[in-house]
């Protein structure tokens, strides 16, 4: 007798997995798996982290002497391994068309080298958001600690790359590398999202920046603020409609605090403060500053609720 | 002279423990660790990820033609592996009694018996979700990039396999499975939480979910959503009851927005729509739209504030 | 041909570093990294845990009729490990002025040996915090359970561990200690803030604490609470005034529920109570109990809207 | 002032580099490495070791009455990863010629299958050789102890893979499989060498088997013996003459005992046997027993050598 | 279609398992692998290593004043390890008897803690042999250099670990860690043979020492030295007899040159030196100097051979 | 009551280890280890058999076009972790002296500089031992074949690399790095040993070549081949000689078959042949050709002896 009947659940799987495959349309033929990797893809951009700033993020038996060595071989080994889950993307785009596989190759090779030579330019960019952070904060000590600590600076470095893959036709490479960053951060900026020069976020845990955001320079953002659609459009037949421009435009040197929420296609002027726990749906002129009216409270008579022994009827908002 | 004083420390560390094991009169007997482990616990969870869904979870070389192989091998593999945790947590609950290890094995064998009969439903719920994300979400590619990158599909995934668990009565196995998705997703969903299918939770960081509540089908809910308690009850001793009944209950098809906190015992009627940062602690009828009333900013003329060099009187909510 | 224009790469990268060792005023010369490395330190705090907790988050096989073999060996292991990190630290410091490397190694190993001491302080601290966690949540199954499972048990560790840094002179090993939690819980304490025992975290992800907060005794907050700083004072010449105290001072008892944003140099009175979503910018007598203003809702007529097949028209914060 | 001349030594390195690839013929052109990998190979063998027998060579977890979906999934990805190796190899030595990769991998692709479908007869043949080791070994305490412990069985699992991927036309393929058994138990043997079953090898370091012996069934060697070559005949051209028949036939049921040496092309009759340190180049008959003609000692009177403090005029055959 | 016939392979695998099994008459049952791991005792080893050598074989980061904490740790691990194995080796041998398993284990717990208690006898024995090597090879530049480096060495500490084993009942353990070091030098040393203090084997490749043999204090011997058996008496049944002494008795301050062959029951007597490649199946008095006689050589006329392109009749051993 | 008595046995072994410091002189003052790593200066080698064959010993994904900046980066890498190796042996060497660590620093850092510039000459060396076995072996199918599968070319690599370090006052490391060669392939060359271009061991188990022998150019030998001293002198004291030349000359083109023994400080004249099995302590001229005389065999009658059923007479030389 077996302990389980694996047999029988592997049949079980099977069934579910066909039924799938039929919902989906998907030809049951031999081969492998189609799909990029988001561990080699992680692997990527750690290694071309270490090639942007080879001192303080790549090996740490480098020396100054032979950077130019490392950069130049990691970044080789980076490329090619970025090429093919480029390739792998593409060609699951089209796996439903008669596909050309040189010719979806070369496209590959093309956005690749594309992106391989904005490296410099991210880089540039990159400086601006650590200077810009370092400035931005009091408990900052130097920015080389901004480079090695803040959340904010890695979600930069992460989407910096995955901006250049979404524009260059590579949204699904572009996705996981945010989502690497989304975990490590609880930062979530969609690759599309297009962001200016020395933007620092603080904090970070909650901030969401949708797929059609604009964002200029000089902008600061604390913990939990959106930047998301006020509302989904969709066409006669019902379907969404993919990649009209639903998320705000933030012009230069807007500060936005901790918790606000901006919905939909507005626009914040230039220099406008958006206070914190904001719920906004308008636009708002450039230098305006943006506070929650007072929040009203209700304060009751002292109680002798205590913690680990409260009174029964506390009022709680914990999920336990 | 030795650097550190090595023997002092571990001398007042024992001192310590000494202390904590009497105040929870635990017995100084030889013996290794008694505990379900995390690592462990995260190890069968990957495996199981490969077997509900072998050819975009599983092992990169995996081919369509051989997945029964894998799928009978690796369920085999984390069966096994999860009866000797199951033991582990039952035997460590029985700690204090007269415990017959025979019969706790055995209920941790049934226990896991009949979580593996449970897999191909999980496996269908989780297609129901994936399908949910993918027509819910404008930005969404394809089904397998929202299984590749969605943080509330990972988090859906621990939750069925745990809520299973916690179902057969291993709870802190159960809890444990929750952990890891959390961490991995700012998702916190207690495994005593009752989904329905398709359920799409979106960016997510933020979502709390409590123990005792019912979520129906097709429900869809944004990031820091919270379902949580209102109070915690105590018995005339003054301790927390457990167990009881005290988060909402939502019916099909709702929406909940981003923000939005949903506390106590109450029912979100079939269809109604909850907009973002929406507090509610009443129940609202099938269909119902609850949005915030317009909340009310001050606008005060613009500043010069700058971010890097901002006026002295910002008002901020950042913790710097 | 080569496929990338690698070495153009390599040259224009080169460029920007060139120009930020320029604008930072640092000079080209050979050697090796200077900094302290995240990796290191994670290990260093991995087997403080052991250190600290032997029998539950030591290595698996250990017996308890040898933990204090394991604890001695893990300990120096440790202490050396954080030294060579702490030289790292105190020589970058200094790295501008005239340096005596034998002065600055002899005040690392001060620092060190008096972090070494308070190590069992620190676990008796961390025992209460667990017992706050075992006794304030319904949910908490045994305190084993609470340190296997609990971010806000996770955070805590780091935060004792990381604030006798910061408190001994190396706010920068603090700080990447304090990121690590950060990254793994969602929840971000600044090393620098003072938290009295038995403080007890639940759910957590998006709790911000800043770096001049004082908490008192047997206090409990929930997930995405908030203590900030109101506004960022600066000193003639426009540059932030760091150190002024800038956050809150929580006293004994107070429990702050889901949500709650607390900023400025204000005072939670001894046993308040701060409800969900408060927004507060000033001081609350001992025994208070803030709740929101009963919040409008509009409520409209029932739609059609359903998830997957919206109306046109639904109201989203969602970001996709 | 760098601490190294790397730039330097990185020019002349390529130097020479580029002499060795005039030297031999080699255009320059982009591209990866085209030759089969060691390592590669090296996990092939362990997992279809583990495919032979995998209760006892399988992962450690396996358990029997799910042996064949490990043997099936095991199998697939070894066969897999042969193929791309079989690949590389035919590709490799097609280099030169116009080569049509299609031929070459439909070659390929042929060769691995049909090595697949000998593995039941390989496991057949180790079978015999296990039970061979037992009878012939009075130390032997059971089969599974062979099969663990002795290297002459796992020079014979590596042989008996390597010499089906010889005949099948990939003898690059055959030869590292060798290799990295003669690196682990110090036996080398040829993958052209044609053995029969039940064949033992007993201690093994320093045994040689060239390419064109052909052993018969139950024939049993010990440590140090050679089957070698006699002479290398060379072509008018003075090239070695390759693949001639220059090793010797043993016949069934020959024992060879240890360091003895048989070179040419020379027959051992059926059940002959080989005394220790003989030096054979002349075929012997069926049943004959050849012993080394009784050696002349010389005997000295006792001396007061001893080991630490030998005398000066010790003989000495150790290289120190 | 698919690649290669993976399912008919496994059902023909699985039949000549059947075979295998119903000749070995083994049930086919449910159930794990039953038999010590390699991979577990080279680890047991590799601890033990550094137990007996903490500052030279133990962890590299070791510190002198913590040596006991790490000897403490290391070894209560490597003492439940190698307990697990010795339950492993026992059960199995009694696995066609009604077995009791806790008495099997409480052999098993016995035999480990008497193996335990000699540690102290094998670390000073492995010192003496630590300072014959270096007394005995005028190339050893210390003692550190000496366990550092010689295969010798490392051969010994596997043999005295596994001799322990092998007196206390656990022969196949015992078996498993010897041939680790014949894998790794090239040493073949039955557990069983019985050597006194102060044993150095130069070079060692090709030695090989069998189970009954017995060698005194301060012996030395070189490369491809043979102490094997003359002859395998049978019984009346025609079965090999186990355990008889067999191979040769060696006394205190024997010399054995390299590649010289000593086979049987005979006895050097106390300081007898062997020449190189001697042949000897008799016993040979206290101080004898036994040299192989003059061997004689044909020297031919000098011919042209040449390396590479060598006359078509060169003689030769090679196996090529 | 404790499972083992660890306390006691830790005990007793620093005891142990307390009379071999006394024994030794050693002052047990607090520390680390100071002695070179076997692992560290296996990586080294690793790395630097990459840096001296790029595309066929470096990593798998290396391209061509950019193998300079592979070859730069991992050629620094290798030579910082080879100065610190040498600082610990010349620190190590002078452990007894007042040492002052900068005058050795500075030693170490000129050896390992001068090492580095001698790497491309190592190539070239390298190349030619590569053709030598490949022209010299008629089962060599290519060169790459060569280098990727033939132990005694492993051996070649590291003995170059070894005997550089030796010549460069670093014998430790080159003893290490030689054993680690002898430990894979089983040919034991000391470092000092020096051998000319196009050198070729074929097989190669078994080789021993002493420390001060000379080998000529386009030499070859095959395996079990012993190179060794005949006598160690001692002087006045009793003490061995170091640093004598004891092991033979061989001149140009010769070449010695299998298991020939060649002892003391003989020459072999250019081009001379020694055949297989060879003794040989004198002397032979250039062009000789060196043969063992025909050796005697005793033939007996046939008998039924048969492996697994041998007559209980047989004469066997296993140890078994």
Redesign the interface.
């Known amino acids: 007798?077996?302990?389980?009947?694996?047999?029988?659940?592997?049949d079980?799987?099977?069934?579910?997995?066909q039924?799938?495959r039929e919902?989906?349309r998907r030809a049951?033929?031999?081969?492998?798996?189609d799909?990029?990797?988001?561990e080699a893809l992680a692997e990527v951009v750690e290694t071309l982290k270490g090639?942007?700033f080879?001192?303080?993020l790549g090996?740490?038996?480098?020396?100054?002497?032979?950077?130019?060595?490392?950069?130049?071989?990691?970044?080789?080994?980076a490329?090619?391994?970025l090429?093919a889950q480029a390739r792998l993307e593409l060609r699951?785009k089209a796996r439903h068309a008669e596909a050309d596989h040189r010719e979806i190759d070369a496209r590959a090779?093309a956005a690749?080298?594309a992106f391989?030579?904005r490296?410099?330019v991210i880089?540039?960019l990159l400086?601006s958001d650590v200077l810009?952070a370092f400035?931005?904060?009091?408990?900052a000590?130097?920015?080389?600690?901004v480079l090695?600590?803040?959340?904010g600076v890695l979600a930069m470095i992460h989407h910096r790359l995955a901006h250049e893959l979404y524009r260059l036709g590579l949204?699904?490479l572009a996705?996981?590398i945010s989502?690497l960053a989304?975990?490590?951060?609880?930062i979530?900026i969609?690759p599309?999202a297009q962001i200016g020069s020395?933007f620092?976020i603080?904090?970070g845990?909650?901030v969401?920046?949708?797929?059609t955001?604009i964002i200029g320079e000089?902008?600061?953002v604390?913990?939990?603020v959106?930047?998301?659609?006020?509302?989904?459009?969709?066409d006669a037949a019902?379907n969404?409609?993919?990649g009209l421009p639903r998320?705000p435009i933030v012009e230069d040197?807007?500060?936005i605090?901790?918790?606000a929420?901006i919905?939909g296609r507005v626009t914040l002027g230039r220099?406008a403060?958006i206070?914190?726990?904001?719920?906004?749906t308008e636009s708002?002129?450039?230098?305006?500053?943006?506070?929650?009216?007072i929040?009203?409270?209700?304060?009751?008579?002292?109680?002798?609720?205590?913690?680990?022994?409260?009174?029964?009827?506390?009022?709680?908002?914990?999920?336990?």
């Not at 400035?135 to 408990?139: L, S, T």
């Not at 000590?141 to 600690?145: I, L, N, Y």
């Not at 002798?304 to 709680?316: C, N, S, V």
């Open positions: 007798m077996t302990v389980f009947h694996v047999s029988e659940i592997v079980a799987l099977q069934g579910v997995r039924q799938w919902l989906q049951l033929e031999p081969g492998g798996r799909l990029p990797a988001r090639v942007l080879p001192m303080r090996p740490p038996d480098l020396r100054q002497e032979s950077e130019n060595f490392y950069v130049g071989h990691a970044l080789d080994a490329l090619h391994a090429l699951y090779l690749v080298r391989s030579q490296l410099p880089r540039g400086d810009a400035n931005g904060d009091p408990a000590g130097s920015v080389d600690e090695l600590c803040y959340p949204p699904l996705r996981i989502e989304h975990a490590a951060t609880g979530d969609h599309g020395a620092f603080d904090h845990t909650g969401v920046i949708g797929e955001a000089r902008v600061r604390y913990q939990a959106t930047l998301g659609a006020k509302r989904f459009p969709r019902g969404l409609e993919k998320h040197e807007v500060v605090y901790a918790g929420t919905l220099g403060v206070g914190g726990n904001v719920w906004l708002v002129p450039a230098g305006a500053h943006i506070t929650q009216a929040s009203r409270h209700e304060v009751r008579a002292p109680a002798h609720e205590r913690p680990g022994t409260a009174a029964p009827d506390a009022i709680a908002t914990g999920a336990a």
